[in-house]
C-alpha cells in the first residue's frame, strides 16, 4: 500500500497535474467539434498552422510561468486549443483520400501519435536534464511550430482539390459524389450508432488515462523500483504502435467493427489479471494486453465513422465523436485517484475498469450499419 503522502507541496502537485489535464481534455473535446467542422469547410491547412501556432506560444508562454493560474492558462487551457487539431482533422484528411485501405493508413498515421508518446517524453526529459526546464520549453515551441506549419502546407482536403480521386474508388462512388455524401452533425445525433460510438471513445479514453496515470505509482506501491514500474507504460506504449498498423490492416480485411470486438476482448482478460498481479511478469502481460486492445482499439474510429455516416461532414462527426472519449480522459485519472485517496488500494478502480471495459465492448457489440432507408429517412426528417 502506497505511503500517505509526506509534503503538502507534492500533494498539490499532482493535484495541479490531474487539473491541468481535465482542463486541457475539456479544452480539447470542445475546440476538436470547431477544428473538426473548419477542416470539413477549409481543409486542414489553415486549422494547422492556428493550432501550431497557439500550440508554440504555449510552451514559450510556460517557460515564464510564476502563478497556477498562469499554468492552467497557458499549458492548460491554449495547450488543449492546440491539441483539439491533432486527431480528428488529420484522420479526417486520412479517410478523404483513401477509400480502399482506408483503416490501414489510419493505422499508420495514428502510430505516430503513439511513437511520439514513447520518443518525447525522453527526448524532453535529457532536454530538461542539460538544461532549465523552462529553456526546454522554450526549445519545444521552437521545434514544434516550423514542423507543424511545414506540413500543414502539404496537406489537401480531398483529392478532388488536385484533380485526383481517392484510392481504390469506383466509377459508381464517383458519380455519388462521395466527399459530399452522407449526415449532418444534427442528423447523426438522432442516431443510436453516434452515441454507441460516442459509449465506445468515452470508455476507451477513460481507462486508458486512468492507467497512464496510475499503473506506475500502482507497481511501485507494491515493492518495485520506479524504473521498473514505468517500463510497464514504456511497453505498453511500445507495443501499440505496430498494434496500430496490424489493426488497420485487419479492419481492411474483415471489417472495422469485428476489429474493435476482437480488440476490445483483450483488456478484458488484461484487467482481470491485474485484479491478481503480483509478480512483474504479470504485469508486464497486462501492459501488451491493455496497449493492444486499447491504444489501437481508436484506429478504427475515423473508419468506422466514414463508412456509417458518410464522409460530408465527417472531421464534424469525428470530432464529436472523440469529445465523448476525451470526456472520459478528463474523468479517468481523477477518478482513479479519488478511489484511492477513499480506499487506500486501487483494487476497486481496476474492478471498475473491468466493468467499463465489457460495456465498451457491449456497445460495440450492439452497433449496426444505417440502412439506406434510414439514411433518408432521416435526411428528410431532419434537413
Given at each position: 500500500r502506497r505511503p500517505p503522502r509526506s509534503t503538502l507541496s507534492s500533494s498539490s502537485a499532482a493535484s495541479d497535474v490531474y487539473?491541468?489535464?481535465?482542463?486541457?481534455?475539456?479544452?480539447?473535446?470542445?475546440?476538436?467539434?470547431?477544428?473538426?467542422?473548419?477542416?470539413d469547410r477549409y481543409g486542414p491547412?489553415?486549422?494547422l498552422i492556428i493550432c501550431g501556432?497557439?500550440?508554440?506560444?504555449?510552451?514559450?508562454?510556460?517557460?515564464?510561468?510564476?502563478?497556477?493560474?498562469?499554468?492552467?492558462?497557458?499549458?492548460?487551457?491554449?495547450?488543449?486549443?492546440?491539441?483539439?487539431?491533432?486527431?480528428?482533422?488529420?484522420?479526417?484528411v486520412v479517410a478523404r483520400w483513401f477509400h480502399k485501405r482506408r483503416s490501414l493508413m489510419t493505422g499508420i498515421v495514428s502510430s505516430g501519435l503513439a511513437a511520439g508518446n514513447v520518443i518525447f517524453p525522453m527526448a524532453f526529459a535529457l532536454i530538461i536534464q542539460a538544461y532549465d526546464w523552462r529553456i526546454s520549453y522554450i526549445i519545444l515551441g521552437c521545434v514544434v511550430l516550423p514542423v507543424i506549419v511545414s506540413a500543414a502546407m502539404f496537406l489537401k482536403r480531398d483529392p478532388e482539390q488536385i484533380g485526383l480521386k481517392p484510392?481504390?474508388?469506383?466509377?459508381?462512388?464517383?458519380?455519388?459524389?462521395?466527399?459530399?455524401?452522407?449526415?449532418?452533425?444534427?442528423q447523426a445525433l438522432r442516431t443510436n450508432q453516434f452515441w454507441l460510438l460516442a459509449v465506445v471513445n468515452f470508455c476507451d479514453f477513460l481507462l486508458v488515462n486512468l492507467v497512464t496515470a496510475h499503473i506506475v505509482i500502482h507497481v511501485?506501491?507494491?515493492?518495485?523500483?520506479?524504473?521498473?514500474?514505468?517500463?510497464v507504460l514504456s511497453i505498453a506504449a511500445g507495443v501499440s504502435v505496430p498494434a496500430r498498423i496490424a489493426a488497420g490492416a485487419f479492419a481492411d480485411r474483415i471489417g472495422n467493427r469485428k476489429t474493435l470486438i476482437m480488440l476490445l476482448i483483450l483488456p478484458v482478460f488484461g484487467f482481470t489479471l491485474l485484479l491478481?498481479?503480483?509478480?512483474?511478469?504479470?504485469?508486464?502481460?497486462?501492459?501488451?494486453?491493455?496497449?493492444?486492445?486499447?491504444?489501437?482499439?481508436?484506429?478504427?474510429?475515423?473508419p468506422l465513422v466514414a463508412k456509417i455516416f458518410g464522409l460530408k461532414s465527417h472531421g464534424t462527426l469525428l470530432a464529436s465523436v472523440m469529445m465523448g472519449g476525451l470526456m472520459g480522459g478528463a474523468?479517468?485519472?481523477?477518478?482513479?485517484?479519488?478511489?484511492?485517496?477513499?480506499?487506500?488500494?486501487?483494487?476497486?478502480?481496476?474492478?471498475?475498469?473491468?466493468?467499463?471495459?465489457?460495456?465498451?465492448?457491449t456497445s460495440i457489440i450492439c452497433l449496426r450499419p444505417l440502412k439506406h432507408s434510414e439514411i433518408n429517412s432521416i435526411r428528410n426528417t431532419f434537413k
Open positions: 487539473k491541468r489535464q481535465t482542463l486541457s481534455f475539456i479544452t480539447m473535446g470542445i475546440m476538436g467539434i470547431v477544428a473538426g467542422k473548419l477542416t491547412k489553415l486549422v501556432v497557439i500550440l508554440c506560444s504555449s510552451y514559450v508562454l510556460t517557460a515564464f510561468v510564476t502563478a497556477v493560474w498562469q499554468y492552467y492558462l497557458f499549458f492548460g487551457l491554449m495547450s488543449g486549443i492546440a491539441m483539439s487539431c491533432g486527431s480528428s482533422p488529420i484522420l479526417s484510392l481504390g474508388i469506383d466509377t459508381a462512388d464517383i458519380k455519388n459524389d462521395i466527399q459530399n455524401t452522407g449526415l449532418s452533425l444534427k511501485t506501491d507494491l515493492g518495485f523500483t520506479p524504473a521498473i514500474s514505468a517500463s491478481v498481479a503480483s509478480e512483474l511478469w504479470m504485469f508486464y502481460l497486462f501492459a501488451i494486453l491493455y496497449g493492444v486492445g486499447l491504444w489501437a482499439s481508436g484506429v478504427v474510429t475515423s474523468v479517468g485519472p481523477v477518478l482513479g485517484g479519488f478511489i484511492f485517496d477513499n480506499t487506500g488500494s486501487y483494487q476497486f478502480a481496476f474492478l471498475m475498469c473491468l466493468i467499463i471495459v465489457l460495456i465498451s465492448l
